[in-house]
């Protein structure tokens, strides 16, 4: 699913055959979850392949590396420029990247020695989902900002991720909705949260959540389209039955949300403000334009 024989990745400075590739079993980050990673996709639009925000990702995962102390000197701009590479010597468009950078072999709990980036990119032609999600509060909490390194992408960070998203699905949900230590509305496992309530969207405030790309690029969005939206710490009670809501990341893009603890957002999706951010969105990283949608909205908003 991910590679096959032919299909090459970035290894250290070198491009290796993915199956012929090698990591260390007493590497700080097997052992501890002790790595950092990105989730970046690439779109074959009209002015050619195009990785999307990639300069944000990689300044990311730089300051991820800062942030654990892991010695890291790659530049942002060696990193797009060997990910455009490694596209095209795998042919590849539209796709999904994911660096991560690993530590050398350490069983002490000392920062990493020697770190190594690594790019793996594989297809991803499926476009955005259609179906609407059915997300339940999860019985787990975010980690404490206390105790991680909340805005940095750290591996170790994802086990809390797949105890949430597995309860949610174990009980018959898409996905769940994780609360912070102060049991407000924080993120999903893999994406950030909006609700629309009145015209207006609503998103957590920095502080216990990783902080998305993609959350940026709607706050972006609604700038340019006049869509008024407000960072707030807020109760799962204040988004359940709001008039609409979704989930947003590299990966899954803008989903739509059917119903939080089985109560169903208010409005058709296609009425909501937050369908129109949704196809602002898919025009964007096809680098189309979508202003266009600015005056639907004012029609919208009377
Ligand atoms: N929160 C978490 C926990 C995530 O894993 C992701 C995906 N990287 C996001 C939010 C969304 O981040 P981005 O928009 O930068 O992909």
Redesign the pocket.
């Known amino acids: 699913m991910y590679y096959n024989d032919d299909s090459v990745l970035f290894f250290d400075g070198e491009y290796v055959k993915a199956k012929d590739a090698k990591t260390d079993l007493y590497s700080q980050s097997l052992h501890y979850g002790y790595s950092v990673f990105?989730?970046i996709k690439s779109y074959k639009t009209a002015n050619g392949i195009k990785i999307f925000?990639a300069e944000?990702?990689y300044d990311?995962l730089r300051k991820s590396a800062e942030s654990m102390m892991m010695p890291f000197d790659y530049s942002t701009k060696d990193m797009v420029e060997a990910t455009y590479k490694l596209l095209e010597i795998n042919r590849l468009s539209n796709a999904y990247i994911r660096p991560i950078v690993i530590s050398s072999p350490n069983m002490s709990l000392s920062k990493g020695q020697k770190s190594y980036l690594v790019i793996e990119v594989w297809n991803w032609d499926n476009g955005y989902l259609t179906n609407k999600m059915r997300i339940m509060t999860s019985s787990f909490q975010?980690p404490n900002p206390k105790a991680f390194k909340v805005e940095a992408?750290v591996s170790g960070?994802?086990v809390n991720?797949i105890l949430a998203c597995q309860e949610a699905k174990d009980k018959g949900f898409d996905e769940a909705l994780v609360l912070d230590v102060n049991e407000n509305v924080a993120?999903?496992?893999?994406?950030?949260v909006f609700f629309e309530q009145d015209g207006k969207l609503f998103t957590p405030a920095k502080g216990n959540?990783?902080?998305?790309?993609?959350?940026?690029?709607v706050f972006e969005i609604c700038d340019n389209l006049g869509i008024s939206y407000e960072e707030k710490f807020f109760k799962p009670e204040e988004m359940q039955g709001a008039d609409a809501g979704f989930f947003?990341?590299?990966?899954a893009e803008i989903v739509a949300l059917d119903s939080l603890d089985n109560i169903p957002f208010k409005l058709n999706w296609e009425d909501s403000l937050s369908s129109k951010v949704q196809t602002a969105y898919r025009h964007l990283v096809l680098e189309e334009d979508y202003l266009y949608l600015k005056s639907e909205n004012l029609i919208l908003e009377k």
């Open positions: 990105e989730g925000k944000e990702h990311r975010r992408k960070h994802y991720s993120e999903s496992s893999g994406a950030n959540i990783l902080p998305g790309i993609t959350r940026a690029t947003c990341g590299t990966a």
